[in-house]
């Protein structure tokens, strides 16, 4: 009787052992993972570091001890998240070390290789792996990526070497935790640290701190804005007015011009030259509506495939004044850089005239363009009052003996941007400014200074027009369609042939032409705009549109739109969206490097 009693004595203690056995192996498991994981915690890093030089180095302390200690936090968080979800889990279903070790150094392996990948992809493109960057490079060739690419058999080679090692050495390893502690509590307080500085930078609009957020990939740091107005911290809506006056604190940094401006001062004639934009304009309205303007453009230079930059007034705007897609806006207005054009004019002792229906009350003049001016509060005028105060001004001009040449600059709106208006309103608008430009040349013509002034007549197509309701109302500054992108461009230029130009040009043309032509500029238009010349007929692939989030590349027969995360849609001529059909990687490449042409990228 007492055998049996025996005997299962005996079985309870085997399955005592076992358990035990399985106890510790998971906990000798357990405890190699956390050593693996460190060592890939600093393998991360250093490959992560490379972040820190590809993207603009900040140039204040604050700037570059945030840089640092947010890589340190964001990449060792990230490996020890992996290890949280991946591996830990699986040291309580694998018993086995040796498969354990094998699946830690796949994922270790194939983690480090989609870093490299990544860093690849953001110094070509200053944008993060994700699917549709992924799909484009997997479905073509991405030759760029070959570099860091060959050495993962060597990271693979030294990960197993590590894994062997370290299960080898796991007891001695084990006794050394005291020296682990402290760099683990070190990257917990650069996880967290960096977080709290991020959201003090953006409370402040701190540029060299918060121009960071897109630098590091999966990286999403914490701003608690909501909080802090919510308690008082910074006031109610000062955030929303900051961004209107300042650009988007996350802008990218931007090298604007890309070298010194140098121009030929030896030319001792100088033309004068009277820029004129009108906003809620089109061909529909110049040829049915204007019929002295209509008549000018067949007499002078007239662009007659001509599109703008953005169908919203104040990123077409931009364009015009500084050359660049309006993808640069808010780096340039986030900087309070001026156009190569107004340095240029003021250079060479011009005698400057700004005059606008608004006031010039947009961030772009107040914030950037015109910011070396002091510039009164914006006063809302009609189109008949700014033409007088031009004409005005221009006679006190023509009155001084000896004036120095002039360059004006007058703002016309046909349209109202704030509330919608019956088409018949917005035509009988076109009819008047069609009367009041002629009062401008027959002004130029009766003080003998025409001959000796160029005239760029351009504008925005910002205003929509509902046939069905018969009414106009602000454009969606997200439709790239050519009907709303194409918009007239008038030129009278003494000495030049008056002609019907029918090659196809761009708002940022405008700009390298009077550079060149006018300013007698000598450095490459490539330094300081993406514009070409209006009178190179050479053809151009495509033309480059767009808004502060999107580029829209205008080709002859599509048009493609990649956003900000590189994400792209392909369109026909009418706007129906292409969805069957990709883009090749050469055209992405082509459209992302022009548009990151003026951003910082330490290299």
């Known amino acids: 009787m007492c055998l049996p009693s025996l005997h299962y004595q005996r079985l309870n203690m085997l399955k005592l052992k076992s358990n035990h056995f399985k106890d510790e192996q998971t906990t000798q498991i357990v405890s190699w993972g956390h050593w693996f994981t460190l060592f890939n915690v600093f393998v991360v890093i250093a490959f992560g570091s ?9 140039r204040t302390f604050m700037g570059r001890f945030y840089a640092i200690i947010s890589a340190i936090g964001h990449f060792s968080f990230l490996t020890f998240i992996a290890y949280l979800i991946l ?15 094998m699946i830690a150094i796949i994922i270790a392996t ?17 944008m993060h792996l994700n699917l549709s960057i992924w799909q484009l490079l997997t ?10 690419l060959i050495i993962i058999p060597f990271i693979l080679l030294f990960e197993i070497l590590f894994a062997v090692w370290s299960w080898k050495k796991l007891r001695s390893l084990s006794k050394r935790k005291r020296f682990a502690r402290p760099i683990v509590i070190l ?7 960096s977080h709290l500085i991020h959201i003090w930078a953006d409370a402040n609009f701190y540029r060299p701190i918060t121009m960071q957020r897109s630098s590091l990939p999966l990286s999403y740091p914490l701003t608690a804005r909501h909080f802090l107005e919510r308690y008082g911290f910074i006031e109610e809506n000062d955030y929303r007015n900051r961004i209107t006056q300042e650009g988007n604190p996350f802008a990218i940094a931007i090298e604007y011009p890309l070298d010194r401006i ?6 001792t004639s100088k033309k004068n030259v009277l820029m004129i934009v009108i906003d809620g304009w089109n061909y529909s309205l110049l040829s049915e509506n204007m019929p002295w303007l209509n008549d000018f ?11 703008a930059s953005s169908n919203q007034a104040y990123l077409n705007d931009f364009s015009l004044f500084y050359g660049l897609d309006p993808n640069y806006y808010n780096s340039i207005l986030s900087s309070h850089k001026t156009s190569t054009l107004i340095e240029v004019v003021n250079q060479q002792h011009y005698n400057l005239g700004l005059f606008s229906t608004e006031g010039f009350s947009d961030s772009l003049y107040r914030y950037a363009l015109l910011s070396n001016f002091t510039l009164p509060d914006p006063i809302k005028k009609n189109n008949k009052q700014t033409t007088d105060n031009w004409i005005t001004w221009h006679n006190k001009q023509s009155e001084l003996y000896n004036h120095a040449p002039l360059f004006s600059v007058i703002q016309y709106s046909i349209g109202n941007k704030n509330k919608k208006m019956p088409i018949s309103e917005l035509e009988s608008n076109a009819a008047k400014l069609d009367q009041y430009l002629k009062s401008i040349i027959d002004h130029l013509k009766l003080s003998n200074l025409y001959d000796n002034t160029i005239i760029v007549i351009a504008g925005t197509n910002d205003i929509k027009i509902d046939k069905v309701k018969k009414t106009a109302l602000r454009n969606d500054g997200n439709n790239f369609n050519r009907e709303y992108l194409k918009v007239p461009l008038i030129v009278s230029w003494p000495g030049k042939e008056n002609l019907n130009f029918n090659h196809v040009t761009s708002q940022t043309d405008i700009l390298p032409t009077l550079m060149q032509d006018v300013f007698n500029v000598t450095t490459s238009p490539q330094q300081y705009s993406q514009g070409n010349n209006l009178f190179n007929q050479t053809s151009k692939q495509w033309i480059v549109a767009g808004n502060e989030n999107k580029i829209a590349a205008l080709y002859k027969d599509k048009t493609i739109i990649i956003d900000e995360y590189g994400r792209s849609k392909v ?22 490097t022009e548009n990151r042409r003026f951003m910082v990228v330490d290299n």
């Open 297 to 307: 453009a067949k007499s002078n230079i007239y662009f007659s495939n001509n599109y």
């Open 262 to 267: 140098t121009f030929d001062d030896t030319q």
């Open 50 to 58: 490379q972040y820190l030089f590809i993207a603009d180095w900040p």
């Open 139 to 148: 479905t073509q060739k991405g030759s760029f990526l070959s570099t860091n």
């Open 87 to 101: 591996l830990f889990p699986l040291s309580f279903f694998i018993r086995s070390a040796c498969w354990q070790r």
């Open 187 to 193: 990257f917990m307080l650069s996880f967290v640290s």
């Open 110 to 126: 194939l983690g480090i290789a989609l870093l490299l990948i990544d860093i690849e992809v953001f110094k070509q493109f200053r």
């Open 571 to 592: 369109y026909d001529l009418s706007g129906k969206q292409l969805k069957n059909e990709k883009i090749s990687l050469p055209i992405f490449l082509q459209i992302v």
